[in-house]
């Protein structure tokens, strides 16, 4: 459990994040999580609920099944245009946890993570198809433009595309 008091010291209503988690620990902790309770939760998971208690009644909960989608609000609401960015290959919106920091409390934020990385498909394979697939999840949640893009590594050449196409 030594590895893990970094959560046992603190109240289980404390923020994982302002309490000075990353994403390695979020890695050790849903590892953990999942070897206690063979429930396998999306990392994503910590930005919807970054307490110990609302984790818990995660877990508590029959039948409850995670849903993975490939638009992950970060930060959802805010006056400002929302801005959408791209992880580097295979990674999670937990790679934007320190960015957020430095972003207005008023600008929505939201993160597009590859498909597959839950294990229940195949991850895209073509620049072109992924740019494709990412645009379809930003017009559901925003019809018409202007959109704010951006990524990370990989994630820049996918924002880029994105850009080209829109």
Not at 33 to 53: N, W, Y
Not at 153 to 164: D, L, P, R, T, Y
Request: glycine share 10%.
């Amino acid at each position: 459990y030594s590895k893990y008091s970094f959560f046992m010291d603190n109240k289980i209503n404390d923020n994982f994040f302002e309490l000075g988690g990353h994403s390695l620990l979020a890695l050790r902790v849903f590892s953990y999580i999942e070897k206690l309770t063979g429930k396998k939760l999306p990392i994503s998971t910590l930005f919807t609920h970054p307490t110990i208690k609302e984790l818990s009644d995660i877990l508590k909960g029959d039948g409850w099944k995670p849903k993975w989608k490939s638009l992950v609000a970060v930060r959802a609401g805010g006056s400002k245009l929302p801005l959408y960015c791209i992880p580097a290959a295979a990674g999670t919106a937990l790679h934007f946890s320190d960015l957020l920091k430095y972003i207005p409390s008023d600008q929505p934020f939201y993160v597009l993570e590859s498909i597959g990385n839950d294990g229940s498909e195949p991850p895209h394979t073509d620049l072109r198809e992924m740019a494709a697939f990412y645009i379809k999840e930003v017009r559901s949640l925003q019809p018409e433009g202007p959109y704010l893009l951006g990524g990370r590594c990989f994630g820049g050449s996918v924002a880029f595309e994105m850009a080209q196409q829109l």
